[in-house]
């Protein structure tokens, strides 16, 4: 039983990592953009966007979604009980910044 947790948590911590990664090259400006608002643009749109703003917006989102995942991880090897509330904060806090960046970006 504690093997598989121990494989569960290096999974996740692995996607953690990858979230990390995108998130700097986000930051960055390197490599696809991430962000609805580029992708649902037409090529007209996406050559005259000012596509700042959207990496930024991007690259906050995938480190939140890295210490979400990193937090998971912990809790599955620690079983602490209290990082599920701290998951759950950081959950919120992510869907609302996704959410009032979203509009402040339009």
Not at 36 to 55: C, G
Not at 62 to 77: D, M, P, R, T
């Amino acid at each position: 039983m504690r093997m598989a947790k121990t494989i569960t948590a290096i999974i996740i911590g692995l996607i953690a990592v990858a979230s990390f990664i995108i998130s700097i090259l986000q930051f960055k400006e390197k490599g696809f953009l991430f962000n609805n608002a580029y992708i649902w643009a037409s090529k007209e749109e996406r050559q005259r966007m000012d596509k700042r703003p959207h990496y930024r917006q991007s690259g906050v989102v995938f480190s939140l979604i890295g210490i979400l995942f990193l937090l998971l991880a912990l809790e599955v090897l620690l079983n602490a009980g209290w990082l599920l509330y701290v998951f759950w904060g950081v959950v919120i806090l992510t869907v609302v910044y996704a959410v009032v960046s979203s509009i402040k970006t339009k």
